[in-house]
């Protein structure tokens, strides 16, 4: 769903431009072929060799107000095309308005997410030194790295059900959990597992608050 969303937002800007150079290529190139055809049809022979000479006006027959030198037929597909790139546009809407309504998660759902990333922290750094750092690096990815994306998505629920205070505990301590195990990352993956491990305690330490201030908050 995603790559279709990029796929589809892509594509209307491709629909925009092309439906402006294509009104463009027609008031450049078409209306004056056109305009010199005109001329041509209004002025005699003998006025065009003579540096175009205003010619005799009686004798010549203007169509009303020139509308016959626009291209009605160009300029509706540029338009039909600029409607079609907006509403692809309108229809993915921006990578926030996608996430939040790609999130279908309750606050028992946020707290099962803090619950797995407590648990999964703590086998893993039960295990940790008898662990090579690329598998660090590997279960941090496969056992960590979705339910942070997914709490981070329905983080807004938190406001709506509790208010701006209460959200901005559980995630301060939320982020900086976050932020501790990617650091643990880092390390890992330059091969410090001393240090990987420090940053996975501590991050474990920040998100059992973030959990606890959650559970409060929802005891009332």
């Not at 790559?3 to 925009?16: A, E, I, N, P, W």
């Not at 922290?121 to 660090?136: H, M, N, R, T």
């Not at 496969?142 to 339910?147: G, I, N, P, T």
Request: charged share 25%; hydrophobic share 40%; aromatic share 8%.
């Amino acid at each position: 769903m995603k790559r279709l969303g990029l796929t589809m937002k892509t594509m209307g800007h491709v629909l925009l431009w092309v439906g402006f150079l294509s009104g463009s290529l027609a008031t450049v190139f078409y209306a004056p072929a056109e305009g010199v055809d005109f001329m041509k049809t209004m002025t005699p022979e003998d006025a065009l060799k003579a540096d175009f000479e205003l010619p005799d006006m009686q004798a010549v027959v203007i169509p009303e107000e020139g509308w016959h030198l626009i291209p009605w037929v160009w300029y509706g597909v540029s338009v039909v095309i600029c409607v079609a790139g907006i509403v692809m546009l309108k229809q993915t809407g921006s990578p926030e308005q996608e996430r939040e309504q790609g999130s279908n998660l309750s606050l028992a759902d946020l707290s099962e997410r803090l619950t797995r990333l407590i648990d999964n922290l703590e086998v893993l750094i039960k295990s940790v030194d008898e662990l090579p750092p690329s598998q660090i690096t590997a279960q941090i990815d496969e056992q960590l790295a979705d339910d942070f994306r997914e709490f981070a998505d329905g983080r807004n629920l938190i406001t709506t059900e509790y208010g701006l205070n209460v959200f901005a505990d559980v995630m301060t301590q939320f982020a900086s959990g976050e932020r501790s195990v990617n650091r643990a990352w880092s390390a890992a993956a330059d091969g410090y597992v001393d240090e990987s491990e420090t940053c996975l305690k501590r991050g474990k330490d920040l998100l059992q608050e973030s959990h606890r201030l959650l559970n409060q908050a929802a005891e009332g």
